[in-house]
């Protein structure tokens, strides 16, 4: 089953205009000012990581619904582990601060690798949820 992303960009070199445009397309999906800066956050540090990591072309999608905005983030490289993903820094932090910030700030976080290729997806909910935010490792297949 196909699903529609209302935003495709290829992630390059200009960071800057990818936290604008994802910015942009969460504000006008009805997030306030607060949850938008933290999902703009969390794919700045996605799509840092498919630059300095992957070595490959990636890509960030986003679509919304009644319940909030969905962000994918795809790198060819296929590198991204659940390892990764589940890792929590030793204290004081240097570097490697990125996934950890998105697990913190994210409403869902899920990975999984269609055709090798890495995909992180994140969730965030239009109304904050009480208790813990969900992080999940998938292990489907589909694209």
Known sequence: MGESFGLHVPIGDDLARLRDVVGAFALDAGL????????????SEAASNVLEHARAPGTVSARSDAEGVTVQIVDEGGTLT???LDLTPQWP????????VIRQVCDRVSLDHPDGRSRLELFMRREPAPGPREVSHQHRADA
């Open 32 to 43: 306030d000012r607060q949850r938008v800066d933290s999902l703009v956050l969390a794919v």
């Open 82 to 84: 659940h390892d990764h």
């Open 93 to 100: 932090p240097r570097r490697g601060m990125g996934l950890w």
